[in-house]
């Protein structure tokens, strides 16, 4: 008799692979260790970009799927879970044509704009360079996605538990919890985030997974704009790329891409050392934010070096991990790809994801 699949970790990646295994008949058990509505991890916070600008086939895939997944799980609401205000990615053409001719062979609309007549329709912003607009794209209601998430596995007849920590996952299917007591499984889908290394680093030999503390800010507006989500593909003097969006409520989010300190996810200081930096940055390309104003926001990257996922399997252990601060858009059909990997023997995800180290056969 079938034990069930559990899922250990209950952000957007958990809660996205157990709404995929309840679709396909299954009766998932999602096990969180905090509390529903923290703010410890990664998956927190009111909005995340819908972002489209990938040129890899394995990304557009996971993208146009996500798409159509958002849409399934916005049924029944008031407003779709995608806020489609137009993205815009600004810098060098190099950068920007891949992306462009990436799109013309998937039906996605996105345009080039020269610098002024980018900055004569987002007044709240300075151009230099080529932007590519994506009409279609914005962002998603990031807190509403979650509730979603675990409303349609409860209604499947899967259980979701908050306050639930994992101490131990076995090869076997075997998952131990804190007070001593297990949970048997045929498959176990680790989507732990930050604490995944802790999980699986003494059964499943994955590639180092880095942990950062992040810390974008949001920025009150100056005047009235149009604002859209946005990159910007910078070089010196700035540490990194930028990333943003429109947060109803809170103003404009912007952030530096991957530039924390590595931490330990239950030691996190919760300091930034790059917000000086980036009031500079918001100051000299966004006339219209008010740089001063920026309240800061501490979340988790969980990291690979090349910042491509994984997503794999070894035995009876799912392992979706690896992020790198671009997977939530992703999020449904990632829960897809990890529900598959848990329910179906043969499958196996795209060659770009597959990265758990298997040793040498021996001849």
């Known amino acids: 008799m079938a034990r069930g699949i559990v899922v250990v970790g209950g952000g957007v990646m ?3 692979t157990g709404w995929a295994l309840a679709r396909a008949g299954a009766r998932p058990i999602v096990l969180e260790r905090f509390a529903r509505g923290h703010h410890h991890g990664a998956s927190h916070g009111r909005t995340r970009n819908f972002n489209d600008a990938y040129s890899r086939d394995e990304y557009l895939d996971l993208l146009v799927r996500a798409r ?3 849409a399934l799980l916005s049924a029944g609401l008031d407003q779709p879970l995608i806020r489609a205000h137009g993205l815009v990615n600004h810098g060098p053409l190099d950068r920007l044509l ?18 002024a007549e980018a900055g004569a329709r987002f007044t709240g912003m300075r151009f230099a360079e080529p932007v590519l607009l994506s009409e279609s794209s914005g962002a998603i209601r990031a807190a509403m996605a979650l509730r979603r998430f675990e409303a349609a596995i409860r209604d499947a007849g ?18 131990t919890l804190p007070d001593g007591s297990e949970i048997h499984a045929d ?20 590639p180092g997974l880095r942990v950062t503390e992040e810390h974008p800010a949001h920025f009150r507006p100056r005047r009235e704009a149009v604002w859209p989500s946005f990159n910007h593909l910078l070089g010196r003097p700035w540490p990194a790329d930028v990333y943003g969006m429109p947060t109803p409520g809170e103003g404009i989010k912007v952030g530096f891409h991957l530039v924390g300190e590595e931490v330990d996810p239950d030691q996190r200081p919760h300091r930034s050392h790059s917000l000086t930096q ?5 100051r000299e390309w966004f006339p219209g934010l008010d740089a001063d104003t920026a309240a800061p ?4 990257y969980t990291s690979t070096a090349d910042e491509d996922f994984h997503l794999d399997r070894s035995g009876r252990i799912v392992v979706g991990a690896g ?18 990997l848990a329910l179906e023997d043969d499958y196996r995800a795209a060659e770009l994801f597959r990265r758990i180290e298997r040793p040498a056969r021996s001849r």
Not at 109 to 115: I, V
Not at 187 to 205: E, H, K, M, N
Not at 323 to 340: D, T, W
């Open 14 to 16: 958990g809660l996205a």
């Open 68 to 70: 159509e997944l958002w």
């Open 98 to 115: 891949p992306v462009q001719r990436a799109h013309a062979g998937r039906g996605i609309r996105s345009r080039l704009l020269d610098p």
């Open 158 to 175: 899967g259980d979701v538990r908050w306050s639930t920590p994992v101490r131990a996952v076995s090869p076997s299917g075997r998952v």
């Open 187 to 206: 498959r176990v889908v680790i989507t732990a985030g930050a604490w995944t290394r802790a999980l699986v680093a003494a059964t499943i030999p994955l």
């Open 278 to 282: 980036l009031r500079d940055y918001v």
């Open 297 to 300: 926001v501490s979340c988790t």
């Open 323 to 340: 992020f790198s601060g671009h997977g939530f858009k992703f999020a449904p059909a990632i829960g897809e790809v990890l529900a598959r």
